[in-house]
Structures are given as C-alpha cells and as structure tokens.
C-alpha cells in the first residue's frame, strides 16, 4: 500500500498474509486506533525483532527513531504520526493465547498473532437433511431465482423442501410470498428470536414451534420461511445466538439444519444476503453445509466471487488447524449465471463474454492452486481445499425468466416453463434422489370411453355418489397448506357448478383432515393435532341419494361418537331447528344467531341435542387430544328466502363472519369450520362490506382456469383409468398451452381434425366452449362435457381411433351442456334467468346471431343488454353482438345460415376486451 491516511489503513497492512507470515513469535496482538498503534508482546520477549517486523512490513513509513508509522501529511516538515506503545502481556495469559474461531466475512480491529484457534463445541448434523445455501458477492446475480428453480425441480419430483429466505434487506421469495399468503404465521426472524430467548443451548423448544407453524406454510412440496412476516428487519443478528460459550460459533448452521429434519424437509434451502454480513458469515462458511455461488460474467462479480472463495478457504484453514482434523466440505459451487451464449453464438456479445468466462477461469485455476495463502503460525499452513476441485455450472440468458411476475405462483408458471429447473436439478440433483413415476397399464379404446364416460357421469353432481377423491386446484391446496398447524375457520365460496358440494363430500368422506390434506398430495411432516382431527358434517346437502346419505351419516355418526360417545341430531331436525330459530325473538340479532350456529355444531357433534348453551359444554368437555372440523353446504335449500328476508341474511351473515371469527378466539383450537358458500348467497347474505369478506377468504375461493380445468380434465381421464398415470395432472397447469395441449391429445387430439389441418387446437376449442366471455369455466360444465362426449363418440366417427373423444361428439355435446348450463345459471342469478326467459321467447330471425348493437337494444333492452355483457354472456365487437357457445344453443339461438361460427376466434377477441 502506498498511501497510509488512517490507523485503518495500517490496520489493513497488518491483516495481510505477509504480516501473518513473519510475525515474530514474541508478537501475540496488534490494534490500530485513532491515536496510536498498540502491539501486544510476551512479558519477556525482546523488543528487536518487533522493530525489524515493522521495518520490513512498513518499509520507511516505520521511524525507528519515533517508534511510530509515518501517515499521509501535506508537509514534510510535519509528518502526521501514528505512535506505537508496547503492552506486555502477563504469563498466566501468554502461554497459549488463544482465539474463538468465529463465522465471519468482516474482520475485527483487532490482529492476532500465533494465536491457537479454537472450534468450540460443533454439533455433528447427523440425520439432518443437506442444507444448501445460496449467495452472490452482488445483488442482480439472479440467486434468488435459481434457488427457487431449484426448489420447483424437486418439488415437481415430490421432494419436500425447505426455503429460507434470509435477505433481510431485499427479500425475493418473502415478497412473493405475500400474494398467495399475506400473513405468514412464522419467519425467520421469529426463529432467530425464539432461539435467542430459549434457555436450551441446542434451542430445541424453537425448532420445535417453528417446525409446527411451517405446515401452514406449504406451496405445494415447497415449505417457505420468510425472512419476517412484515419484510421488516430483524431484532437479533446471528452473533447474538453464540455470545454465550454454550453454543457453538456455528450455531445457526445448526439451527436451520434441524428445523429441516422437525419439518420433515429432505433438502434445506437458504438464500442469503447478497454481499458481506454476519448473517452471511454464519452460514456460507459453516463447512458442514453445502454452498453455491452466483456470478455473472461481470468484471466486479468476478472480483467478488474470488474474493468470497479466499474467504471462505481462510475459515477452512483456521477450523482445520483448530480441529486438527482435515476438512471434509468440498468448495462451493460456482454457478455463472445469465451467459449470453447458446444458439446464436456469433452475436455481438459473444466475444466479450467469452474472453470474461476465460478470465473468471483462470482466476478459478489460479485459486486452486496455491497452496499457502494464509499464516495462523510461524510455519506456513496447508490449503485446506487441495484435495478438492471447485464445480462450475454454466447457466444461460433465458428471457423467459428475465421478468418474473408478482405472486409465487406465477412464478412458479414462468420457472417451470424455462430451462432453469432442469439445468439446477442436474447441477444439484445428486443431493436428494428422485423418485420414479410408476406407469400403470390401460384397457381397450373401447372399455376406455366406457369407463371414462361412467365416471364423469357419476361425478357432475356430488349428490349421487359418495365421492372422495378429488383434484388438488390451487385453492384447496392451499386451504390443506395453510391449516396443517391449526385448525380451518373459513368459508369457501364459489358459484353453483364450481364444486363446493362435490369437496363438501370429499371431505366429508375422507373422515380426518390429515387424510383430506394427503388426497390434495400434501403429507403431514409433524403428526399433527390437526391432522387427526374429525370431520363433522353439520348441515349436508338435502339433494343427496340413499348411498351418499349413508355414507354421510356413517361419517357423522363415527364423529360424535368420538367426542361425545352420544348420537348426532339427525339430519331430519336440521330443518326443524332453523325453522324454530327464525321465528325466535332473537331472529334479528347477529349474537343469538352466532349462539344458535355454534350449539348447532355441539348438537351434530352428540352434546345435548336441542338444548342451549350445547357449545360451552363441547367445547370443555372434548377429550384432551381430540378436535373437530364442523363443515356446512346445502345452505341456499335453508333459506330459500335469504334474498329478500332480513332474518335469513342475518342468520347466514352470522354464520359466515361471526362463527369462523370466535372458534378462531378458542383457547383450545380444538373446534375449527369450513363453510361452503355459493357467492350470489353471501351477496345476499354480506349486504355491507361483501368485499372485504370475499378478500379475506380469496384464496379458497371455487374458481377454476383454464389451466386448472385442463388438468381435471387429464386427472378424470386418469380417475376413470382411461388414460394411463403418466403424467400428474397438477404439472398441466404450470405448462404452457402448447404443452397442455400435447399431453392432453391422447384424450382428444391436438386439433379438432387432422394434426396438419387448419382446424382450432382441441384444448382450446374445448375451453372457449365451455367458457362465457370472461373466460370463466365451471368444473361440473367440463365434467358433463366429457361424459357426453364419451357416450356419443362412435367408430363410424373421423379420427375415431386416435383419440378417445372424436371431434363430431365433442361438437354435439356442447347442446345438452348449454341446456344445463343455462338452467342452472337462472336458478343461481335471478336477473339473468328473467332475461334468459325473454331471450328464449324470441321467434324466427329474432334468434339469428349476430344481433345488431340496434337490434340487441330492441329485442332485450339496453339495461339487459348491460347486464349480459357484465356477466360475459354477450359480447360486443364493432357494432355486432355474439353469444358464447356456453349459452347460445341452450337459448335456442342460431347463426345465419346455420354456419359454424370461430368459437376460438370469438374468445380470443373477448379475452383481450377484458384485459
């Protein structure tokens, strides 16, 4: 160094391996302060060799005739000094000087020389999955989002992950986390707090909390811990875990590793703060854990990343000569990330990057081999990484991945279509293995439509079979995700046809909520309460035939017999007692339906049937380690007046806001709901503040994709054992429509005719059929749709043998699916089914589509015409109105000429209107 400013820049020179290296044995510290420079000596050591140490590392800035440094000054007559002052150190201290060996990037103020170092305690992580950490020297390296690709490759194989997202100050997973999960119940933060106050020196107490809050934090295999719950910044740092002597220095390594085992987790992921931090410290130079480090071909990451590796091989140094033992952790992996090469090698960029790749190579080899880089003594001290070879993984530029969306599980969308996932899978795949996908057999094209045509016939309506399997949509999924700690206390919205009585049973039937979670492929790593607790069927719906009754009473029947060793109140008096309630001087009041709601639940559940105060009673009186789970539907053959009835909105208003909010309040947690709830109802039902209602319980809510529908329509076919298993339905909706249209040609080819013709895609023809203009598709129209198709396709039929559904009875099933369609949609909406009357009164060339923006107004009125638009049962384009294929066949409506109209074409325009 040739200018000398400060004490800091002395104390630069002595950090330096030199200064290490010919330290004299008589020297044991040196500290640069503001005013002086104090060296530490043995109490009888000769002050000589101190001199020619300082001499030789500080050439003429050392005035022997001073004892000082010389610092930067703007005369020469004045030379600005640092003094030098010896200390002697007493000999019950000299002897063997030793230093704790710490986890850090950042040195101290203090140096210390032929010092022995020691490891402290270290906890052998035996049992505990492989943690895996990620970090870059800068931010922009794109770390973050090849973690997280990494994650999504395993989670698709169905290996569970933890990911920690430890950047406290610019956290990447913990913000897209807060758009499917806005208030996570437990963070990072929380476990370094926890820990930190535990009396336990190991913390288990805080693993253990933790471990339990996590299940309700799943995103499919994915368990995430943000880094806090509010993206605010922690109140305790890492070092203030290891303050005391009876943790380790590398306790935090610890710590996340056995959370990773108490979660059940087979790989831990943490994403680290980019740049130098203790935090960091703490974890990417913990040699028992695995590293990876990001880079770009950037001159400044370069630098970075050799800098962060020297680091790294300092701490390996020190732990070998304090354990004395040689160092079993490989370097990290070097992943250079966003190359700008591939298929067009020849562009303008590609020279620069590659002389850039050419440096960062050198560097790499030069890094390797040397083999004396750092001094603890007089002799100089071995590479601890000799032995070992530093992995790179080259990772090219992927615009698809370049701008990633706002929620996780886009994200997740836009990763899994990259190349990202499989290129981190092969670079870190040998950590966890994958599991095989078994390959099931499957029957004749003929037995096949059978079985496929029976099974969708059987599930359109939840009411005519006791129905227990069921696809995981996104919202189910999160609704088993996010109560695997505690108990639900929610209400599931949805329209008629979205699914709400055909989950009522799924869940009903599947008896536990640990069970009805394993069905969604969510696995309960802790063995929770929750997960055992009973299902209740409170007020099942009235439309069920003889077998699913049975089924449903057998389920009720077993739960109250476990809580209460007593029957249930029958289903018959379910009536009889709301009927009873409605004309009770109460009837008005939100406190006396709340009341009746509850004591409802502990009448189901075998407590004094038809008694009040029932609730109290079940709710002390349950078995210590038992709960229950009340679920209601049938709700609108209840109050068939809660349109227009202040008594009946007051009951269900009760019901759904008052009843989830106080078992919520329960000391014990031991009673929890799931109310499912068609929406025009909680319209009705939530006059003032419906939207913060419908917000509140958004991520539960019965709406179904595209995406989605295209997967159940795969994981019927599946279902009914008409295709083979493959492939997991839930990966369609994380592909592409060109990739969900592949896997699904086997059901009903890639195009409405041949492959090379210009017919529409299959899957989209379908979609926009069965969709009205705002894009909104219903599970039971798809579910009709296919076992109609099923029953009419014929050999006599065009592409009858490529397919299991041919194209002319995909065609004719849209018919009765309309008829249906629109009947259900009138007794769901009552504006719509007064208009749908007057469209079904039209005559002659009334009927023709398109109508005029004139003619619409004319026939229906502009106000109905308003209203169809709203609800995406009309749609506008120029001065012609069209109506989707969903309704337009139910109402008795034709295209002039009886042409074929573009049903894709039509949806396409109507979906970029909406957007």
């Known amino acids: 160094m040739s200018e000398y400013y400060t004490y800091l820049d002395v104390l630069d020179t002595l950090r330096s391996p030199e200064a290490h290296r010919s330290a004299p ?21 000769e002050i000589e060799p101190v001199k020619r140490w300082l001499g030789a590392l500080f050439g003429p800035r050392y005035l022997e005739d001073r004892f000082a440094i010389a610092l930067e000054s703007t005369s020469n007559d004045s030379p600005r000094l640092l003094p030098i002052d010896i200390e002697r150190v007493e000999d019950e201290t000299e002897s063997q000087p030793r230093v704790r060996l710490r986890p850090t990037l950042i040195s101290g103020s203090a140096v210390v020389y032929n010092a022995t170092y020691e490891v402290g305690t270290v906890e052998q992580l035996l049992e505990c999955p492989p943690v895996l950490t990620f970090h870059s020297f800068k931010g922009g390296m794109g770390r973050t989002t090849l973690a997280l690709s990494l994650a999504l490759a395993l989670g698709a194989a169905n290996r569970r992950v933890l990911f ?9 997973v913990s913000t897209l986390l807060k758009q499917v999960m806005p208030n996570p119940r437990i963070a990072f933060a929380d476990l370094l707090t926890i820990a930190h106050a535990s009396t336990d020196p190991q913390a288990n107490d805080a693993i253990e909390l933790v471990a339990s809050r996590l299940g309700d934090q799943e995103v499919g295999s994915l368990m995430i811990l943000p880094c806090t719950r509010d993206l605010g910044l922690p109140n305790i740092s890492p070092d203030s875990l290891t303050l005391s002597s009876k943790r380790s220095p590398f306790f935090v390594g610890s710590l996340v590793a056995r959370l990773g085992r108490a979660a059940g987790a087979e790989l831990v992921i943490v994403d680290l703060r980019a740049g130098l931090s203790e935090l960091v410290a703490s974890l990417f ?19 970075g990343t050799i800098m962060l590796l020297e680091r790294m091989r300092e701490m390996g140094a020190k732990w070998q000569l304090a354990s004395g033992s040689q160092l079993d952790a490989t370097l990290p992996t070097v992943i250079i990330n966003q190359v700008p090469f591939g298929p067009g090698e020849g562009h303008a960029g590609h020279e620069s990057a590659s002389a850039a790749m050419s440096i960062l190579e050198e560097e790499l080899r030069l890094f390797h081999d040397q083999a004396n880089f750092f001094s603890l003594q007089q002799e100089e001290s071995p590479n601890p990484f000799q032995e070992a070879t530093i992995t790179t993984t080259t990772i090219e530029a992927d615009p698809t991945a370049a701008i990633l969306p706002r929620g996780l599980r886009d994200v997740q969308r836009t990763l899994l279509r990259s190349a990202l996932p499989e290129k981190m899978l092969a670079a870190f795949g040998s950590i966890i293995p994958a599991s095989p996908t078994p390959v099931q057999p499957v029957d004749s094209k003929i037995t096949r439509r059978e079985k496929l045509a029976d099974y969708a016939r059987k599930s359109i309506f939840a009411e005519s079979q006791p129905q227990v399997e069921i696809f995981p949509t996104a919202s189910l999924v999160n609704l088993a995700e996010r109560h695997q700690a505690t108990l639900p206390a929610v209400a599931v919205v949805g329209e008629k046809g979205a699914g709400k009585s055909y989950t009522f049973m799924s869940l009903a039937l599947s008896k536990t909520w640990g069970a009805f979670s394993q069905r969604l492929g969510i696995t309960d790593s802790a063995g929770s309460r929750v997960s055992a607790a009973l299902i209740l069927p409170v007020t099942p719906p009235k439309d069920l035939d003889s077998d699913a009754k049975v089924a449903e009473r057998s389920v009720t029947s077993a739960a109250a017999r476990a809580v209460s060793n007593h029957e249930p109140l029958s289903d018959q008096f379910i009536t009889d007692v709301i009927e009873h309630q409605i004309r009770s001087p109460d009837a008005n009041s939100a406190v006396g339906w709340r009341k009746f709601w509850l004591d409802l639940i502990a009448w189901r559940a075998g407590f004094t049937p038809r008694t009040r105060g029932a609730f109290e009673v079940l709710a002390t009186s349950m078995p210590k380690d038992t709960s229950i789970i009340a679920i209601f539907d049938g709700i609108e053959t209840l109050f068939s007046r809660l349109r227009t009835s202040e008594v009946e909105q007051a009951a269900v208003e009760a019901l759904l806001r008052h009843v989830p909010d106080w078992l919520s309040q329960l000391p014990r947690r031991n009673v929890g709901c799931v109310i499912f709830i068609r929406e025009d109802l909680a319209r009705y039902a939530l006059i003032n503040n419906f939207k913060q209602f419908e917000d509140r319980y958004s991520a539960y809510s019965l709406r179904w994709n595209w995406a989605e529908a295209s997967a159940l329509a795969l994981w019927i076919a599946q279902k009914s054992e008409s295709l083979p298993v493959d492939k997991a339905p839930e990966e369609l909706v994380l592909l592409d429509e060109e990739a969900r249209s592949q896997a699904l040609a086997d059901l009903w080819g890639w195009k409405m005719g041949p492959t090379t013709s210009r017919e529409a895609r299959s899957l989209e023809w379908t979609m926009s059929s069965l969709s009205d203009f705002n894009r909104r598709i219903k599970a039971r129209d798809l579910v009709r ?15 009858y043998d490529d397919r299991l559904l041919s194209p002319r009875a995909m065609r004719e099933a849209i018919g009765p699916c309309s008829a249906e369609r629109v009947f259900e949609t009138g007794e769901e909406n009552a504006d719509l089914k007064r208009i749908f009357q007057k469209v079904q009164g039209l005559t002659g060339r009334e009927r023709e589509l398109p109508w005029s923006y004139s003619q619409a107004h004319n026939l229906i009125g502009a106000d109905d015409t308003k209203i169809l638009e709203d609800n995406g049962v009309l749609f506008r384009s120029g001065d012609e109105f069209f109506l989707p294929e969903l309704y337009r066949s139910g109402l008795n409506l034709y295209y002039a000429g009886r042409a074929r109209r573009k049903v894709v074409t039509l949806m396409r325009q109507a979906a970029r209107r909406v957007s």
């Open 25 to 45: 044995a008589e020297l044991l510290r040196a500290q640069p302060l503001p005013s002086r420079l104090s060296l530490s000596l043995r109490s009888q050591a």
């Open 164 to 172: 920690i997202d430890a950047d406290f100050e610019a956290p990447g």
């Open 285 to 303: 130079l913990d040699p028992r854990l695995q590293h990876a480090l990001v880079t770009t071909l950037n001159g400044q990451a370069i630098d």
């Open 785 to 799: 749709f296919l076992a109609e198709a099923a029953r009419n396709s014929s050999p006599e039929d065009a592409y």
